[in-house]
């Protein structure tokens, strides 16, 4: 039975206040769940329906510290989901620690500020086999919630790392580039076996501190009228480009 105080307690860690300081977050709805229980990520509690309890394996379940069985009612007060038919899980934060690039492509992200974008390019690396993300230290909270949603489970196999781009940048031996509205045409550049890509902020692209470290300024051409393109697609669209370039 959870007592009150528990329930105090979960719905406290989604505000990031209460993350940070306790150093757990918050992880909800079936998909989510499922690809959790067979992550490294430490599970101190799984809350659960019945129904929902029923479609997993007991050796899974049993990977959490603890398991309750709620109501959705129950469940769905208690999630940041207006209706949780399913599941919740406080899961035990990873620290933040430099990730080895080698041999590999990574992305960079210069203050992507919103939650729904993270999540999503987080997923979309996942998508086409990239599995490192290099975030500057104003980007959005890996572990807010919107983001863990939005990645529809791929936060248990994409590895972020938060710091200072700047020197991060300038001591990088991998090729550099960089996502802008002026620069070599995507389609026809020749990407390199590995690298890193930069992807910049929502409303004003890659800073003008990151411009500088950027080898390989690529745009992506476009044939309408729209001012530009969301974060998430351009980065979806450059992810593409890469593997084709790579077959």
């Known amino acids: ?32 769940i499922q690809e959790l229980l067979a992550s490294s990520f430490e599970v101190d509690w799984l809350l659960m329906t019945e129904e929902f309890a029923q479609s997993l394996d007991a050796k899974a379940i049993n990977r959490a510290n603890s398991h ?13 989901f207006e209706n949780n038919n399913s599941g919740l899980a406080v899961v035990r934060c990873k620290p933040n620690q430099p990730l080895k690039i080698q ?12 939650p729904g974008n993270l999540g999503t390019i987080i ?11 290099i975030c500057s230290e104003n980007s959005a909270e890996f572990y807010n919630p919107k983001v863990i949603s939005a990645t529809m489970g791929s936060f248990t196999r994409v590895q972020l790392f938060y710091t200072d781009l700047i020197p991060f940048l300038s001591s ?20 390199p076996k590995a690298g890193l890509l930069v992807m910049g902020n929502e409303s004003n692209g890659i800073s003008a501190e990151v411009r500088p470290f950027i080898q390989h300024a690529l745009h992506i051409p476009g044939y ?15 992810c593409d480009n890469i593997r084709r370039s790579l077959a």
């Open 1 to 32: 039975m959870l007592s009150k105080n528990q329930g105090k307690y979960i719905k406290s860690l989604q505000i990031k206040k209460y993350r940070k300081q306790e150093q757990k977050f918050l992880v909800e709805g079936a998909k989510s």
């Open 68 to 80: 309750f069985i709620l109501s959705e009612k129950d469940l769905s007060a208690l999630s940041s």
């Open 103 to 114: 041999n590999e492509y990574a992305l960079v992200l210069d203050d992507v500020k919103d």
């Open 123 to 133: 997923r979309i690396a996942d998508w086409y086999g990239i599995s490192k993300i």
């Open 172 to 191: 990088a031996q991998l090729p550099i580039m960089g996502a802008l509205l002026e620069g070599e045409v995507l389609h026809t550049f020749n990407f």
């Open 224 to 238: 309408g009228h729209a001012e530009s393109l969301n974060v998430g697609v351009a980065t979806a669209i450059f």
